[in-house]
């Protein structure tokens, strides 16, 4: 049997040692490709290159590993990836590991996440890693052996036709790590804060800040399962399509 | 009683025709505010700006509307409006009208709807209005009046606490045009060819280009709807969890 292609990006750079973790982790498990932006990405939500051309470069980063560096988005390391390098779909599509959460409503603005979601979109199953730590130093341990617990069974299993996570790495020992807990969204959002400044030449500008609000009281979040020790596993849709909404809209507007 | 705040913004820029066609629409229904990027931002997805600093500053771009532009990404707009500006919710936020179309997968991709997801994560009523017409001569009559017809249901009605709709308005004269449709989101996605070029150092170098595939032939979606000669509004979530998807891996995955 053929081993499978595992194709790897981030969304903090094919240099962070978040991507040499992940890297580790999965190398024994079939041929992994890397393609990750040049620099990083952090915030990038969705963002695919459109305006601007795009450079893809082949760079010596992980030991026997083939790798390139691009110069898009993450979701554009995917594309790219499909296109000119895998000239096939990959078997599997991880995207990380974040230093720093990405969990509950972050998903939305999280480059790590887009990468694997642009992965799904194409049928490909896929998950986003995120530690939360967002230190240089971090460490990585729990979160690799997490990676590969849930590599291997994607990788194995007859699995439904989307399979795209959102997984959350607590900093934590094998002494205090809880395991993995398959999880939903929690309902949060972040406040805002600018913090205002005043440039050299007298004009404002803003840098954004902002305090993290979970509004979710409700057993089973990510949030929750995160703050007890656990690795969060959320299941993601690419279907938006709010259903209640649409029953109450066909109900309440004649159009 | 106080007239409502209407927020307005988008992705194409403040000084897009499909802006000015916005601030028309709705100027009769309450106070508008207009926040919107100093350049085009398309195909930013959920961007956020959180590694350099953010500019706004007032400009005078349409009459008698207050306005500011902003070097951020639409989401970034949303965020300062509400911080440095409005300093309370405003009652609806608008994001468009966009130049060209938003439907399905598009919703992922796109600055338009970004804009407004990020109001409804602040529970502000909202939607992304998109005009299927790229062409900066494009008309807006029709959408202008798709605009108020929505604007005025979500300024007067009893509204669940999450209402987001990402519209999309054929091409279309009032002869022609058939109404709004309550739709679903198409499964869809881009089949990516990216235009290899070498550049004058031979260098290569990529352009995105891309082919949009609909796999989805059952009806109630965005794309049928918009094909028939109807507006499509679909109402989005901002959980993203994949319930089915939970109920599987509860199922067939022990932890």
Redesign the interface.
């Known amino acids: 049997m053929q081993r499978p292609v595992i194709l790897i990006t981030n969304d903090d750079g094919i240099t962070s040692p978040g991507i040499k973790a992940l890297v580790d982790a999965v190398s024994d498990l079939g041929e992994v490709i890397v393609v990750a932006p040049d620099s990083?990405q952090?915030?990038?939500?969705?963002?695919?290159?459109?305006?601007d051309?795009?450079?893809?470069d082949k760079v010596d980063v992980f030991d026997g590993v083939a790798s390139w560096q691009c110069s898009g988005t993450p979701?554009?390391c995917v594309?790219?990836a499909?296109?000119?390098i895998l000239h096939r779909k990959p078997d599997l599509c991880i995207s990380g590991i974040n230093h720093g959460a990405n969990h509950s409503?972050n998903?939305?603005?999280s480059g790590t996440m887009?990468a694997a979601?642009e992965a799904a979109?194409?049928s490909v199953p896929s998950m986003g890693v995120s530690l939360l730590d967002h230190r240089f130093e971090a460490d990585f341990t729990i979160a690799k052996q997490v990676v590969h617990d849930l590599a291997v069974?994607m990788l194995a299993?007859k699995l439904?036709e989307?399979?795209?996570l959102?997984v959350n790495i607590p900093i934590a020992t094998a002494a205090t790590f809880k395991?993995?807990?398959?999880c939903?969204?929690a309902?949060a959002?972040w406040a805002?804060?600018?913090d205002?400044?005043t440039d050299p030449r007298g004009?404002?500008?803003?840098?954004?800040t902002g305090k993290f609000i979970n509004m979710d009281k409700d057993p089973g979040t990510d949030v929750e399962a995160l703050k007890a020790g656990y690795a969060s596993?959320?299941?993601?849709?690419?279907?938006?399509?709010?259903?209640?909404?649409?029953e109450?809209?066909?109900r309440?507007?004649q159009?």
């Open positions: 990083p952090s915030g990038m939500g969705h963002a695919i290159t459109i305006g051309p795009l450079r893809l979701a554009d594309k790219l499909r296109d000119k409503i998903v939305i603005y887009s979601m979109i194409e069974r299993g439904p989307h399979i795209l959102n395991g993995m807990k398959i939903r969204q309902h959002k805002e804060e600018f205002h400044r004009k404002d500008y803003y840098w954004m596993v959320v299941p993601i849709r690419i279907d938006f399509t709010d259903t209640k909404m649409k109450w809209m066909e309440e507007w159009f």
